[in-house]
Each structure stands twice: as C-alpha cells, then as structure tokens.
C-alpha cells in the first residue's frame, strides 16, 4: 500500500490538520483522540513495522535491494 509520508513528527502532522491540546497529561485532538508523541514520522504502530520511504523511487530502490538479499 502506498501512503504519503508528510515531513516531520507526527504529532506535528496532526498539528496541521486542527488543535492539539494537552489533557490530564497526554495530547487530545479536537476530536478528543489521543495523539501520539514519540518523536516520530508516523504513529508507533507504523513508525516500528513498516518500511517508510520518502519517494516512489526510493521505495523501489528499497525493494530493489530487499529482492536482490535474497537471490
């Protein structure tokens, strides 16, 4: 599955969508949904299992090289 990747933390992204506030100590959305905030590009889920690129290209150079390890 392709997704753009925006640039930057996470937390920032979701900046640009609408307010994050702090709450009882963990950030909310205007929706009242917890927003993450480990200093990383996606949410932990995805930051930590998925192979992230910045480019169409750059993703088939990856997988370029992943095929190529293993022949």
């Known amino acids: ?10 937390v ?3 900046r ?3 307010p994050v506030e702090r709450v009882d100590g963990a950030l909310r959305d205007a929706d009242g949904l917890t ?10 889920m995805l930051a930590c299992s ?3 690129a910045q480019s169409a290209e ?5 997988v ?3 095929l190529t390890s293993r022949s």
Request: net charge neutral.
């Open 1 to 10: 599955m392709a997704r753009h990747i925006g640039s930057g933390l996470y």
């Open 12 to 14: 920032d992204q979701v």
């Open 16 to 18: 640009k969508r609408g």
């Open 35 to 44: 927003v993450e905030d480990f200093d990383l590009p996606l949410n932990l």
């Open 50 to 52: 998925v192979k992230a």
């Open 58 to 62: 750059h993703a088939l150079a990856v």
């Open 64 to 66: 370029a090289a992943i």
